[in-house]
T-cell receptor, first 115, second 112 residues
Framework: NAGVMQNPRHLVRRRGQEARLRCSPM?????VYWYRQLPEEGLKFMVY????????ESGMPKERFSAEFPKEGPSILRIQQVVRGDSAAYFC?????????????FGPGTRLTVL | SQQGEEDPQALSIQEGENATMNCSYK?????LQWYRQNSGRGLVHLIL?????REKHSGRLRVTLDTSKKSSSLLITASRAADTASYFC????????????FGQGTILTVHP
């Protein structure tokens, strides 16, 4: 059973470009979470999604950031018009159907660098 | 802020010694989890303790939870060089369904 997969692992963008980060949850998992980790800091929650629904987006910046988890395909975190402050590691996690406050399984992360 | 705090921020020990890390949180919780992160990698789940539990063991790991003090500790016994990593506690809050709130982490270095 493959773990949570994220791609790309490293992404370099220039200011003003768009960044698309993809996350494929573990097989059978229907909950997806996105977290951001700035250098030397812990992870900060961004958004929690189930298939075709955003459950909690309280950690998402109000502008330029969006997330989706379509019926088919991976979850996408999209950052429009990136700025240097968006440089961070973005982690996706998934959990199986049921009580979503239990263990979350993390992917390897996408490291975004904005030049 | 709901962000928890961990102490110490950094811990350096010799192989074979025990390592203790502490975590405090600010809100009510459903459970508290500990994760390990090796440099440049993703997080690996170590252990979960529910709000009605006080102590839990898994191999060389021992976790305690004191909900009256809103604190938890992670003990790694007989540490190994391979235990070198950052350790994070994360709490699943009572009303924050699905959201984990992470502490700042403890950087553990185990010298061979």
């Amino acid at each position: 059973n493959a773990g949570v997969m994220q791609n790309p692992r490293h992404l370099v963008r220039r200011r003003g470009q768009e960044a698309r980060l993809r996350c494929s949850p573990m097989k059978g998992h229907s909950h997806v979470y996105w977290y951001r980790q700035l250098p030397e800091e812990g992870l900060k929650f961004m958004v929690y999604l189930q298939k075709e629904n955003i459950i909690d987006e309280s950690g998402m910046p109000k502008e330029r950031f969006s997330a989706e988890f379509p019926k088919e395909g991976p979850s996408i975190l999209r950052i429009q018009q990136v700025v240097r402050g968006d440089s961070a590691a973005y982690f996706c996690a998934s959990s199986p159907p049921g009580v979503s406050t239990d263990t979350q399984y993390f992917g390897p992360g996408t490291r975004l660098t904005v030049l | 802020s709901q962000q928890g705090e961990e102490d110490p921020q950094a811990l350096s020990i010799q192989e074979g010694e025990n390592a203790t890390m502490n975590c405090s949180y600010k809100t009510s919780i459903n459970n508290l989890q500990w994760y390990r992160q090796n440099s440049g990698r993703g997080l690996v789940h170590l252990i979960l303790i529910r709000s009605n539990e006080r102590e839990k063991h898994s191999g060389r790991l021992r976790v305690t939870l004191d909900t009256s003090k809103k604190s938890s500790s992670l003990l790694i016994t007989a540490s190994r060089a391979a235990d070198t990593a950052s350790y994070f506690c994360a709490n699943a809050g009572g009303t924050s369904y699905g959201k984990l709130t992470f502490g700042q982490g403890t950087i553990l270095t185990v010298h061979p």
